[in-house]
């Protein structure tokens, strides 16, 4: 989870899970060509899962594969079953499927695709890590009020330049190419991550009202006194997250199975992953 590195500035996506290996061969082919001094470090690699077993079924109707999944859930222990996703390709498909599980016994979650959680977690990360690139450009990816041809405008500018996206973004505001519409939404987007940045708590509650989070002063406060010895996101996780929240979510969801669109799956890992797919076979 990139959100969980404090050093993370830019990431370089190497292995390929969707490409045959002759087209990861004709792109390597190019990359030695375009770049022979640093071709080790961009060569692309056939993703390759070693540490489980593949098994395709099919059947004659949606009732009879219902019944093989609850037959395989039925043999998982609560842990089992807590590690355990089914992956469908529509949310209209979630209802039809957690329904017909729940008739026959087994205990079902719909796993959330709001990653609102996870931004939140960055954009505390930016209270005490005011100047992390990776971070500011979170928040700004998820600010609602600039529009997003906007925001592929100002991040390249950022990733060129050797400022800080709040400078890159006054930079922008007082160009006379940019409109006036965005000029007003860059403005509002500085105010907010200057407060976000300024070490007051009253401030820093503030920005987040700005950015639709809601976080009580008592938060910010243990969050601005934590160990700095901590890692970004153990000192957030800390002030954020109490024991009690912990335990009482943890008890309520042991033995569920998760469920979600396939779309709203990346970056989850499982050991037990079902997928159920469109595919016919003839």
Same mark, same amino acid.
């Given at each position: 989870?990139?959100?969980?590195?404090?050093?993370?500035? $830019?990431?370089?996506?190497? $292995?390929?899970?969707?490409?045959?290996?002759?087209?990861?061969?004709?792109?390597?082919?190019?990359?030695?060509?375009?770049?022979?001094?640093?071709?080790?470090?961009?060569?692309?690699?056939?993703?390759?899962?070693?540490?489980?077993?593949?098994?395709?079924?099919?059947?004659?109707?949606?009732?009879?594969?219902?019944?093989?999944?609850?037959?395989?859930?039925?043999?998982? *222990?609560?842990?089992? /079953?807590?590690?355990?996703?089914?992956?469908?390709?529509?949310?209209?498909?979630?209802? $039809? +499927?957690?329904?017909?599980?729940?008739?026959?016994?087994?205990?079902?979650?719909?796993?959330?695709? *709001?990653?609102?959680? !996870?931004?939140?977690?960055?954009?505390?990360?930016?209270?005490?890590?005011?100047?992390?690139?990776?971070?500011?450009?979170?928040?700004?990816?998820?600010?609602?009020?600039?529009?997003?041809?906007?925001?592929?405008?100002?991040?390249?500018?950022?990733?060129?330049?050797?400022?800080?996206? &709040?400078?890159? %973004?006054?930079?922008?505001?007082?160009?006379?190419?940019?409109?006036?519409?965005?000029?007003?939404?860059?403005?509002?987007?500085?105010?907010?991550?200057?407060?976000?940045?300024?070490?007051? &708590?009253?401030?820093?509650?503030?920005? %987040?009202? !700005?950015?639709? +989070?809601?976080? /009580?002063?008592?938060?910010?406060?243990?969050?601005?006194?934590?160990?700095?010895?901590?890692?970004?996101?153990?000192?957030?996780?800390?002030?954020? $997250?109490?024991?009690?929240?912990?335990?009482?979510?943890?008890? !309520?969801?042991?033995?569920?199975?998760?469920?979600?669109?396939?779309?709203?799956?990346?970056?989850?890992?499982?050991?037990?992953?079902?997928?159920?797919?469109?595919?016919?076979? +003839?």
């Amino acid at each position: 989870n990139l959100l969980s590195q404090d050093d993370v500035e $830019y990431v370089n996506f190497v $292995y390929c899970r969707r490409c045959p290996r002759k087209v990861l061969t004709a792109a390597n082919n190019m990359l030695r060509f375009m770049d022979p001094a640093g071709f080790a470090d961009k060569e692309l690699q056939p993703f390759k899962d070693e540490d489980g077993d593949l098994v395709i079924a099919s059947f004659i109707s949606c009732k009879a594969e219902v019944e093989q999944i609850v037959k395989l859930l039925k043999t998982l *222990d609560a842990s089992e /079953k807590s590690d355990t996703i089914i992956l469908l390709p529509a949310k209209k498909a979630i209802d $039809y +499927y957690v329904n017909k599980l729940k008739v026959s016994g087994i205990d079902c979650k719909v796993r959330a695709t *709001d990653l609102s959680e !996870e931004v939140l977690l960055a954009i505390l990360r930016l209270v005490i890590l005011p100047d992390h690139p990776f971070v500011i450009r979170i928040v700004l990816l998820h600010f609602q009020n600039i529009e997003r041809k906007f925001r592929t405008k100002v991040l390249p500018m950022f990733i060129d330049g050797g400022d800080s996206l &709040v400078e890159t %973004l006054k930079r922008a505001g007082e160009d006379k190419k940019w409109q006036k519409r965005l000029k007003e939404t860059l403005s509002d987007f500085v105010s907010t991550a200057e407060q976000l940045i300024s070490n007051n &708590v009253d401030s820093i509650v503030a920005g %987040l009202s !700005e950015l639709s +989070y809601e976080v /009580k002063r008592e938060i910010i406060e243990f969050l601005l006194a934590s160990d700095d010895n901590l890692s970004a996101r153990e000192r957030v996780e800390s002030a954020l $997250y109490s024991e009690e929240t912990e335990s009482d979510e943890d008890t !309520e969801d042991t033995g569920k199975i998760e469920v979600m669109t396939m779309h709203s799956s990346k970056g989850l890992s499982k050991q037990l992953v079902i997928i159920k797919t469109r595919i016919k076979t +003839y």
